[in-house]
DNA sequence: GTATAATCGACTGCATGCAATTTTGCCATC
DNA sequence: GATGGCAAAATTGCATGCAGTCGATTATAC
């Protein structure tokens, strides 16, 4: 309901309201997520519940098993560090390409996003999140290579939601001054600069995030607390 | 039939079965793929068929274009020149993951794939590429990373895909040579020569097929007349 | 009381049918 | 002869139904 809605069919449509939720921690790490209960509530039949979640495992968001369903994704700590140390080496092309063929324009569009950025400065985590992985979308997007959009964006997702599980409250945010500062190091053109402002932006994330595991959000409780849960309710019917 | 066949299940069956029929010309880009052939040429359902036809296209070697049905992708060659740039990228990272975890079954396995290759050294042109792209894939597997290795083998045969559009005969087989070379600098844990070597290994594949395109096969003259028809089109609107 | 086996239920795997959309061939018109 | 509109055929979009599979619960034996 947020993001990009320009999506004309059901069938993208669907698939981005899950993706929303997922990366909005709407839908948790490890929930099921049943073709029927879905559809039911999408008002739509199992066939597109199906192809949207089969798109979401393709990208990582979604872990499917054969004949036991779907359920939200929870990307290992090694599978985060694979996927943050791919997105440096595939923002490092983004940066030569769009350091190549900079306009007024673009900048004006970073600055433009930037600003949105700061405006919502102190908003849920989820949305800083969100705001934090467009900003490297749109740099993608100014590219002009659809490739390099697609890769970016589906990385950025996953990463989205590694954030979600381990990041502990807040340690994104101060993303913001360094998107500021590769903003400056583009607009002078200093490739160099550039890229290694992205390499440490985006290693600084995943330290923040990755590193912190235990002492991480009530994300992780409500997973270990599970079993417990469970012999309660247990015991009750 | 020839590669990976240890799918169990007929989804992913039928997907590998299009796609190697995709890198081994057997379709041709720009080739209509209607939902009813395939799925009694390959005796089941459209559903099936369809599956498959949006994971390839998730891929990008199959364009999927609303209510008109899927055809065999016909990447340009901007969007070649971005996958192999990508691709340089990735497999950076895939040679320092190696090195920095070599052993001795490793290697054995490096070296037996690479006798495979010049074994078929004057095989077809598609078997060359195939096993060229093999190596990059092994390669990726031995990394231990499941993220590197989905991205290197969608990457790979997109780049399949490319080079069997733009490569003239016989441009590829030369890779050996440097395959051996890539070998051997791992072997010496020298992990600077290596990640060089893979770099010049993909762009020489890269420029011995992109540059060359003007005498490529026939397949390009549909495309080469674009401009004009275009002129036609519109000096009519 | 524990371990093992069998049954039950829920959910996915896949095929098929109907509706919607696009394309193609045809005809009338300019 | 070319252009515009119209109708029919082909093909996808989507829903639903039935069968197969896996997991959970219960029953049974030790």
Chains 1, 2 share one sequence.
Do not use: W
Request: hydrophobic share 40%; aromatic share 4%.
């Amino acid at each position: 309901m947020k993001a990009s809605d320009k999506a004309k069919h059901r069938n993208e449509l669907i698939c981005s309201a899950l993706r929303s939720a997922i990366l909005e921690r709407v839908l948790l790490p490890g929930m099921k997520l049943p073709e029927d209960s879905l559809g039911e509530r999408f008002g739509v039949s199992r066939t597109l519940i199906r192809q949207a979640l089969e798109r979401l495992a393709a990208e990582g968001l979604v872990e499917l098993r054969r004949n036991r369903g779907a359920m939200v994704a929870k990307p290992s700590l090694e599978e985060a560090r694979d996927v943050f140390e791919l997105r440096t080496q595939i923002e490092d092309l983004v940066i030569s390409r769009v350091i190549k063929d900079m306009t007024l324009e673009k900048l004006a569009e970073l600055e433009a996003h930037l600003a949105k950025e700061v405006e919502a400065e102190h908003a849920s985590e989820p949305i800083s999140i969100r705001l934090a992985t467009e900003f490297h979308i749109l740099l993608a997007k100014l590219t002009g290579s659809p490739v390099l959009l697609r890769y970016v964006e589906e990385i950025g997702y996953r990463c989205g939601l590694t954030l979600s599980l381990y990041a502990r409250p807040h340690s994104s945010n101060c993303g913001i001054s360094e998107h500021r500062q590769i903003i400056d190091a583009l607009a002078n053109a200093d490739e160099e600069k550039a890229r290694d402002l992205m390499r440490s932006h985006l290693t600084a994330v995943a330290d923040r995030a990755l590193i912190t595991q235990k002492e991480a959000g009530p994300l992780v409780y409500l997973d270990a607390l599970e079993p417990y849960a469970r012999q309660v309710r247990e015991s009750r019917d």
